[in-house]
């Protein structure tokens, strides 16, 4: 066990639907970070948040929003979903802001059918 | 924006023999995370780099920094097939880039 906590661990769902994942950081961990990662895309960084506020941005689709709570946990929302948002869906922690160690989360597996 | 390019993309060895992944960046490497990762799993921290010319190992893998070639390499001894699997070079600074990954099947 990491210490970072993903649920759920699978999902499967329709296009045009939308869905909720979950990340609990490691304890103490102030800075989390989300990551696609497709057969064809590899491991794409999505977003960072940092104590509640959104710190850095990657290959985010409009579509994708996330956020981060008072009590660090962060959700990633995915709405009006293709088929090819079907991915692995990785949360990763870390103390600060600027890395210094990035613990992952054992991802969420998301199937669009 | 910071590019990891690794090479080779696949690579099958017998078992036993020493191999090597490389990573190289587009820009400075300020600090370099090598990840594990057994397909459709999360991911393993292997080790971190974050000094030109530092070298770490942990069992059979060691990996290097060199900062003026902006290349890491990561060297496995004597391969067995728990060493199977996706290797992954990430850069630092903030949020942590990804090379493409290295897959690696070892043939007993």
């Known amino acids: 066990d990491s210490g970072v906590t993903q649920t759920p661990k699978h999902l499967i769902t329709a296009t045009g639907q939308r869905v909720t994942l979950r990340c609990s950081p490691r304890?103490?961990?102030?800075?989390v970070y989300w990551y696609q990662q497709s057969l064809d895309q590899g491991l794409q960084f999505l977003i960072q948040?940092?104590?509640?506020?959104?710190?850095a941005k990657g290959n985010i689709l409009e579509r994708f929003s996330a956020q981060q709570f008072p009590d660090l946990h962060s959700e990633l929302n995915l709405s009006s979903l293709e088929l090819g948002d079907s991915a692995l869906y990785f949360c990763?922690?870390?103390?600060?802001?600027?890395?210094?160690?990035?613990?992952f989360g054992s991802g969420t597996r998301l199937t669009v059918v | 924006s910071q590019e990891l390019e690794q090479s080779p993309q696949s690579l099958i060895v017998q078992e036993g023999k020493n191999l090597t992944i490389n990573c190289t960046s587009s820009k400075t490497l300020y600090g370099l995370y090598w990840y594990k990762q057994k397909y459709g799993e999360g991911l393993i921290f292997l080790m971190m780099l974050q000094k030109g010319g530092e070298e770490k190992s942990h069992e059979k893998i060691t990996a290097k920094l060199d900062e003026k070639k902006q290349q890491s390499s990561l060297h496995i001894t004597a391969s067995q097939p728990s060493h199977a699997g996706i290797y992954l070079c990430?850069?630092?600074?903030?949020?942590?880039?990804f090379g493409q990954g290295t897959t690696l099947q070892v043939k007993p």
């Open positions: 990763a922690s870390s103390a600060s802001g600027k890395g210094g160690g990035y613990t």
């Open positions: 304890s103490g961990d102030l800075s």
């Open positions: 948040y940092y104590n509640g506020e959104e710190r």
């Open positions: 990430g850069a630092a600074g903030g949020k942590l880039i």
